[in-house]
């Protein structure tokens, strides 16, 4: 079906009957004629067709009721803009307070070196304060110094110089004027260690063994205390006293120190022999015996088994578990290295000297006679009693026979070999001949006995009237 559309509106020019512009005379508000008559003749589809809004030209005011207008407030007006500019002066008070104030302070203090928290300062000494901050550079923030005890340690004023005044501990704090950062640093004023000593270069030591330290220092009336560190507190720790204890195999530096003096000592700490000591060299008698008590280091060693060994144990003789026991040699005095090491080559060795007590008391020439059938002879006699002798080799020389037509005869009868036995007397003990050069040995045995001397004469009766001068020696001596 075809819909006629209502002819257009006459231009506000034209001058169409029934027409009047708006807000000239004759306008009443009502649509012209013409239109109402077209909308009247007009025919709708049966479905609803939704309302539309209908908006008047500009040229048309009035036709429709309209919004009251809001009014605005003034008071919102005004403070909108006061809070937005107090909100950029607190941001920037913010800015400045946070970029131009101090964060945080540190200090040093001449060449002073803290140990334990604290810092030792000679009395008397004046030591020059250099303050660092972050952020460097601050033109608002200032730091301020303050002593806990300005009868011990004083601060100058503009806080570039520290005052050591009398023996004590003080606590110095710097706070920065918007105590937005402080830092304290404690300070003991003491007499201070000129020099120190008695300390070891070097230790071994093995897990879990412990050493202390005991250093000697001067001056006597020193206040001042030395500090220790550890290098490696996994091999080795020591405490404030200087205790040093071994926790795991390794090498770690302990160090000793003062305000300007320090000490370094190499322990080592191992689960093997690394050093054996068997001291000073040894001297003994003929008849004593002496038991060996090496140093082993680590004493924690795991394998601490030694052997002994003598360069002569024909001198003397060392056991498995170190006893050393001389052997009887006719020399005065006889020196022999005694030597103990360890399963992997650590070793240390000894001189052993060992002196002969037991020596003869000869007269200045030593003449035997005999008169008819009477023999005389002085025995050879010994300085002390030779307790638990089992033996030993005698030897005689017959020098001179005066008259020399006795030679033959003295040379050609039997020796015997006499002991005097303490308690007991003499003993005949061994027989032997002379040679045609009047020379004769005799290995002598018999149960042990405590013997004093010795004296060795014909063992056959020879008649007349001469004498003889001859030397002996014993050698070779055993006991029980």
Not at 233 to 239: L, R, Y
Not at 306 to 320: E, H, L, M
Not at 348 to 355: C, G, L
Request: aromatic share 10%.
């Amino acid at each position: 079906m075809t819909q006629a559309f209502p002819p257009e509106p006459p231009s506000p020019s034209g001058s169409g009957p029934g027409f009047q512009p708006p807000g000239q005379p004759g306008y009443d508000g009502q649509l012209p004629q013409q239109l109402d008559a077209f909308f009247q003749q007009q025919t709708y589809p049966t479905q609803p067709v939704p309302p539309q809004p209908q908006m008047l030209p500009p040229q048309y005011p009035g036709q429709y009721p309209q919004p009251p207008k809001k009014q605005r407030n003034t008071l919102l007006l005004v403070l909108v803009p006061i809070a937005g500019v107090l909100a950029v002066l607190m941001a920037g008070l913010a800015v400045i307070y946070f970029s131009f104030s101090i964060n945080s302070i540190d200090a040093s203090f001449g060449e002073l070196t803290p140990s334990g928290g604290s810092y030792a300062v000679a009395l008397g000494d004046e030591i020059p304060i250099t303050t660092t901050t972050d952020p460097e550079n601050t033109f608002l923030d200032t730091i301020h110094w303050e002593s806990s005890d300005r009868a011990v340690v004083e601060i100058s004023t503009d806080g570039k110089m520290l005052y050591a005044k009398s023996l004590g501990t003080a606590t110095v704090t710097a706070t920065s004027t918007f105590k937005h950062a402080t830092r304290s640093f404690i300070f003991d004023v003491v007499i201070p260690i000129e020099e120190f000593g008695g300390l070891p270069e070097s230790l071994t030591l093995g897990i879990g063994e412990t050493y202390a330290l005991q250093p000697v220092f001067s001056p006597a009336d020193a206040t001042e205390t030395l500090k220790f560190t550890s290098s490696d507190p996994i091999v080795a720790t020591v405490d404030e006293t200087g205790l040093i204890t071994a926790n795991a195999t390794g090498n770690a530096q302990i160090t000793a120190f003062s305000a300007k003096l320090a000490h370094s000592i190499a322990v080592r700490v191992s689960m093997d022999v690394t050093r054996i000591d068997l001291g000073d060299n040894i001297t003994m008698n003929f008849g004593e015996t002496h038991q060996l008590d090496p140093l082993i280091e680590p004493a924690g060693a795991l394998n601490q088994q030694i052997t002994y060994t003598s360069s002569a144990p024909d001198i003397v003789r060392v056991s498995a578990d170190g006893i050393l026991t001389p052997l009887y040699r006719n020399a005065e005095e006889s020196s022999v290295e005694i030597t103990a090491a360890a399963e992997n080559g650590v070793a240390d060795t000894v001189r052993v000297t060992v002196y002969n007590p037991y020596t003869w008391k000869w007269a200045a020439e030593q003449e035997s006679k005999i008169a008819g059938t009477m023999y005389s002879a002085t025995p050879a006699v010994f300085e002390t009693t030779i307790p638990g002798l089992t033996g030993f080799t005698y030897s005689r020389t017959v020098d001179s026979v005066s008259p020399d037509s006795y030679e033959e005869q003295l040379y050609s009868v039997p020796w015997a070999v006499y002991i005097y036995i303490a308690g007991d007397g003499w003993k005949k003990a061994s027989t032997f001949h002379l040679n045609e050069d009047g020379e004769g040995t005799a290995y002598v045995s018999f149960p042990a006995a405590d013997v004093s001397k010795i004296v060795c004469i014909p063992d056959e009766s020879i008649s007349g009237s001469f004498s003889w001068k001859s030397t002996e020696s014993i050698s070779e001596l055993t006991f029980d």
